[in-house]
């Protein structure tokens, strides 16, 4: 399935900006990359909720551009537990700052890592632009 020329124009302008392999990513359908949704910790979505488009695209930019603990290419699900609750924020229109602050408290307290906020405020950006792009 190759991905529309919307999506292709959008994916292209946010990979170059953060290296997220484009190519590799949406040259496959996206049920090759997005399956169902499993929480682990923290539980802030319901266990098997059933990926959609939408989710999948959070899935994948969370796993190759955001990837705070560098294994995307080791782990390829170690972010989906947040996805959902990203998505959430999305989907009723929270501002980048609310997403980043999200995105900024997983990595800090409860990954434990130094939190990236101006990265963070990029990520959410993308993530709502892309959001957009699908709609």
Known sequence: MAPRAADSDAVGLEAARV??????????PLSSHCGHYR???PPLMQ????????????????????????????????YDRY????????????PDLE??????KVEGEWMGL????ERNEEIASMLR???DVMR
């Open 114 to 117: 130094t939190p990236k906020p």
């Open 129 to 131: 632009e892309l959001r």
């Open 19 to 28: 290296n997220l392999p484009a190519l590799v990513v949406f040259q496959r």
């Open 99 to 104: 997403v980043a602050a999200y995105l900024t």
């Open 39 to 41: 929480t682990g910790y």
């Open 83 to 94: 996805a959902g609750p990203v998505l959430e924020l999305l989907n009723r229109a929270a």
């Open 47 to 78: 266990d098997n909720v059933t990926a959609t488009p939408t989710l999948c695209m959070v899935q994948i930019v969370l796993r190759w551009a955001w990837d705070p603990i560098g294994v995307s290419h080791i782990v390829p699900d170690e």
